[in-house]
């Protein structure tokens, strides 16, 4: 049974810092694209990025592009956060997929994966 845990969320204020981590139990993600995905309050679930299992190319969208890196060493997937802000307040979710995303663009669609963590919550004051 794949277990997904996400860990590192916290409060912080606007332009603050957190590193958040995926961690599975039951899975490698050593050789898995990996999603970051985020539901802030009362909007809809949106993709912030993911990483290439082929190279670990990273995706970013817009709003998160030079404030956001996402890393893996060994079989953790990390999520560097820096200059957060406000709008970045929002329960953070890692995603695996259980057959391999063969198409990139496609991890930055939720139903390409099936096996999800419960979140960690990150809150950024002004």
């Known amino acids: 049974q794949v277990h997904v845990e996400e860990s590192g969320g916290g409060s912080v204020q606007s332009g603050g810092s957190l590193r958040l981590a995926c961690e599975t139990s039951g899975f490698v993600l050593k050789y898995d694209t990996v999603g970051w995905f985020r539901r802030a309050p009362g909007k809809e679930r949106e993709v912030v990025s993911c990483?290439?299992?082929?190279?670990?190319t990273p995706d970013y969208i817009d709003s998160v592009k030079g404030r956001f890196t996402v890393s893996r060493r060994q079989n953790t997937v990390y999520l560097q956060m820096d200059n957060l802000k406000p709008e970045d307040t929002a329960i953070y979710y890692c995603?695996?997929?259980?057959?391999?995303?063969?198409?990139?663009?496609?991890?930055?669609?939720?139903?390409?994966?099936?096996?999800w963590g419960q979140g960690t919550q990150v809150a950024v004051s002004s």
């Open positions: 995603a695996v997929p259980s057959t391999p995303i063969l198409v990139f663009s496609q991890c930055r669609q939720a139903t390409s994966y099936e096996y």
């Open positions: 990483i290439s299992s082929h190279d670990d």
